[in-house]
């Protein structure tokens, strides 16, 4: 799924909701259904107000280093396995793909999209939220954390 407005959301959510309903024959399963439809709609909500950081686009530790993905040197199995394990447990946590991690210019955090262009991330936390990557020139597909968060299966 790509990262979309709310209101479109909520539309697409609507019609599977009237899809369901016109399968359903007893009014306690459309209860369920309007449950969950309202469940997942305020997960949607709140995931685009989250204040966006680093570790939303590419792998990073707990206090936000960009962590390079592992590989083996050949010399110390023990030290390789911790890594890459940290580095698969980080990788859970990104909630956009297609993003690589290329630097910090001028107090922003530069990502390359997988379509070639440039997202610009502010280095200091200051409550840019998913809401406002809808803005950006590129379409953002989100991963299956993002998507577990928000309730919807894959």
Known sequence: MK???????????E?????????FEHPSECDKARLEFVVRVTNYTKFLKQPLTLGMFVSCDEVGNVLERPYFDGKSEAYYAHE???YEAAQEKVLFKG???????????????????SLYLKN????????QLLSQPHEIELTPSALEAIGIKN
């Open 3 to 13: 990262l979309i407005p709310l209101s479109d959301f909520v539309l697409a959510q």
């Open 15 to 23: 019609q599977i909701l009237e899809e369901v309903y016109s399968n």
């Open 84 to 86: 890459k394990h940290s």
């Open 99 to 117: 993003f690589e991690y290329s630097g910090v210019w001028g107090g922003f955090y530069e990502l390359k999209h997988s379509s070639g262009k």
């Open 124 to 131: 200091d936390s200051t409550g840019t939220t998913e809401k």
